[in-house]
């Protein structure tokens, strides 16, 4: 099975500021991993598909990067409702791992 | 608007069985792969299972931990995915969602695209 496995578990920041969550793969997964929004009490998000792809309706201000067993997830000035936990998925090959997440807290 | 309506979630004893069901709208069900989802209280997210469409086969694939336990089907009549769960653990305890399978172009797997608002199962004594 790949592990996947996020940094940091937690983060605080500020509306405004630009904040990167990293993932890492046991293996190389090429560009097949995705990235998740989920909010207190709802459902996961979609945000970016295929490592680097916005998935319709997500602000732009979202973005993702990496290759192999490295990716990132950036976005560029966070806004009151980016406050969430984060998730990377990869979507290279049975099971369908998920990383433990990262919670983005307001400081 | 797409959307997935999950239901049938409960309070079940260990051993026991459960069937859930999501409702489908706003799509075309019999042309999309749906897969389901799992998140224990306050943990992270675990992939369940997924099927395909009927013309592709129907097949079906599950993670190790339910993997001769549960059971995925589809009625495209009448747009409904179940997830039948046998031989319940304590350990399946969690909020349970059914979700579209985002297809790339080459029918490659790309991501979990919608969301049902999910469902709880607990199973205890």
Redesign the interface.
Same mark, same amino acid.
């Given at each position: 099975?790949i592990q996947m496995t996020q940094s940091p578990s937690s983060v605080s920041a500020s509306v405004g500021d630009r904040v990167t969550i990293t993932c890492q793969a046991s293996q190389g997964i090429i560009t097949?991993l995705?990235w998740?929004q989920?909010k207190p009490g709802k459902?996961?998000?979609?945000l970016i598909?295929?490592a680097s792809?916005l998935?319709n309706g997500v602000p732009s201000r979202f973005s993702g990067s990496g290759s192999g067993t490295h990716f990132t997830l950036t976005i560029s000035s966070l806004q009151p409702e980016d406050f969430a936990t984060y998730?990377c998925?990869q979507?290279n090959i049975?099971?369908?791992?998920?990383?433990?997440?990262t919670r983005l807290e307001i400081k | 608007e797409v959307q997935l309506v999950e239901s049938g979630g409960g309070l079940e004893n260990p051993g026991g069985s459960l069937r859930l069901s999501c409702a489908a709208s706003g799509f075309t069900f019999n042309n999309a792969w749906m897969s389901w989802a799992r998140q224990a209280p306050g943990k992270? @997210? +675990?992939?369940v299972g997924r099927i395909k469409t009927k013309t592709e086969g129907g097949t079906v +694939?599950y993670?190790?931990p339910v993997k001769g336990r549960f059971s995925i089907s589809r009625d495209d009549s009448k747009n409904m995915v179940y997830l039948q769960m046998n031989s319940l653990k304590t350990e399946d305890t969690a909020v349970y969602?059914c979700t579209t399978y985002?297809l790339?172009v080459t029918k490659?797997?790309?991501? @979990?695209?919608t969301?049902?608002?999910?469902t709880m199962v607990t199973v205890s004594s």
């Open positions: 099975d097949r995705a998740y989920q459902a996961p998000k979609l598909y295929a792809s998935q998730y998925q979507t049975f099971p369908l791992n998920f990383g433990q997440g | 992270g @997210l +675990e992939w +694939e993670a190790a969602y985002r790339s490659h797997f790309d991501g @979990l695209d969301w049902g608002q999910g």
